[in-house]
């Protein structure tokens, strides 16, 4: 604490970031909280309908729960990518001597460009009319009966669509663990060598604890990250065909601005941000539980 | 150029593996092993940059020769045409510039006010600080979807849709935080001592801020605005439902436009455009990396 500090200078410091985030931020959550409460179409009379939105959401519509299931996959295919790709990479990269700067570089760089410019690129990369590269290459490799119409093929269209996510922020979450990998102390890891242990038990026993705080902060960004995953589903597929690339974001989105339904809308999106707290706790309790063990 | 030097100037433990490894292992034999996490490397890196290699090639092909073409092969003639069409189609000029004006509106925003947040809670300190600090951790947890259907309502009330505001402000809203933490933990490294010497001297805490805190933050300005830059760059939830107007559409918006303008898809000249729009990012990108990378590494790896 600074000595000569005024209580006055203190709300000069905190009052204008305070102000935008309450207006952009806290305010808009209160009133989504609020109008799950009502049902409003924008324009005429907001009528209160008490907890029937959310009666409705979890008991008597399909599209909501397929829209769960779907982000459930669609996060899982998200995070093996971008956890279990980001580990693998950083751990390899670390027994390497030179182009590491290189190769961080190179592989953030797909976090740089935007959602929109990965829908249209991963579009073409699935094509099958012109050719794309997954079925040129499948084709290639002598898998030519796997070549398909991915994102208009409803068993695959859901992986397409996570795939991108997943690709473009596997870069993000390998620099993070790899600046973690390498503060593991040297001398432990002699020691550990010294006593014979393998690569695979050195990496059990002794860099894979080391990092467990970060691995936690990156499970929790990149769960949270793969919950709200909205623009690549929404701008490749929006949602189709049927209801089979659908989440819960896109769900919401439609509901919001095509059905114009404010009020189930609301209802969606605060069932999101319980699901991301849960989420968080969850990974929280069971990494806690695994470490007590 | 000189290196933007680490945007956390504390001593970095992570910085580089210690060179002095036992005489024998100086120059260790091609095992197995090293060679084969070179080559899984390699693979995944090819993963990662020939898509947009593609891109960049792809956009240099003629119709014909995408339409026909093996999609791997070089193009056998290379065109500018996709891009003069790219430009006479879109609204490339006026998306760049509409991007430009958000990015450095919020930006400013978040500098400005995340430092500041910041100085109030990490160097001048009060009494509810942990209860500020929790509230702008919500910030960082609630996926930004919450905000969207309120704000609609609330821009159309105030008569705020349509215009630079309506996007600038919820951007700046939810970078915030983060922003604020990255702030706070660089403010942590600032010796007390500076602070005590310049209070003994009389300086109160707003000079403090404007002559010791913000120069000496200079480094984790660039981080936070590069950081920052990548996502406002980037935005396509709050362009696409707080704009309608073809004047005030930012890149994202303007990309997606562009197959419904043209009917069919004009996939080369589509490409073209991606290419011109990443470009200053890009390029921003590769310059400042150095930078960047060692801000989030040092952040991140605080736990």
Known sequence: MLPNRSRLSVLVFLLPPLLLYGVAVLFPIMQSLFLSFFSWNGISDMEFVGLANYVRMLTADDIFWRSFFNALGYLAICLVLQLGGALVVASLLTSMRRGRDLIKTLYLLPAVISTVAIAFLFVRIYSIEPVGLLNQLLHWIGLGALERPWLSDINTVLAAVSAPEGWRFTGLYMLILYAALLSVPQELEEAARLDGASRWQLFTKIRFPHIMPVWITTTIMATTYGLRGFDIPYLMTNGGPGQSSELLTTYMYKTAFTSTDFGYASTIAVFIVVECLVAVGLILFMLKRKADA | ?303
């Open chain 2, 1 to 303: 150029m000189t290196a933007p030097a680490a945007p956390v100037t504390r001593p970095m433990t992570v910085s580089a593996p210690p060179p002095s490894q036992p005489p024998s292992r100086r120059r260790p034999k091609p095992s197995l092993h090293g060679t084969l996490s070179k080559v899984i490397i390699a693979l995944i890196v090819i993963v990662q940059v020939y898509p947009l290699a593609w891109l960049f090639i792809t956009s240099l092909r003629t119709e014909h020769d995408f339409a026909t073409g093996d999609p791997f092969a070089l193009p056998k003639a290379i065109t500018f045409e996709n891009y003069a069409r790219a430009f006479e189609t879109g609204n490339l000029g006026m998306n760049i510039l509409n991007s430009f004006i958000v990015t450095m509106g919020a930006n400013v925003l978040i500098v400005l006010l995340g430092m500041m947040a910041a100085y109030a809670l990490q160097v001048l300190g009060f009494r509810f600080s942990k209860f500020v600090r929790g509230l702008f951790l919500i910030g960082i947890i609630v996926p930004v979807q919450i905000a969207l259907v309120p704000l609609f309502i609330d821009y159309a009330t105030i008569n705020l849709l349509d215009t630079y505001q309506s996007m600038i402000i919820p951007l700046a809203g939810f970078a915030l935080p983060m922003s604020i933490y990255l702030f706070c933990s660089f403010f942590e490294y600032i010796p007390r001592e500076t602070y005590e010497a310049a209070s003994l001297d009389g300086a109160g805490p707003y000079r403090i801020f404007g002559l010791i805190t913000l120069p000496l933050s200079l480094n984790t300005v660039v981080t936070v605005v590069l950081v920052n830059s990548i996502f406002i760059w980037n935005d396509f939830i709050f362009a696409n439902t707080f704009v309608l107007s073809e004047g005030l559409k930012t890149i994202p918006l303007g990309l997606q436009n562009y197959i419904g303008a043209m009917g069919k898809t004009d996939w080369t000249a589509t490409f073209a455009a991606v290419c011109v729009t990443i470009t200053p990012l890009l390029l921003v990108f590769l310059v400042l990396n150095k930078a960047m990378i060692q801000g989030l590494e040092s952040g991140a790896t605080k736990g």
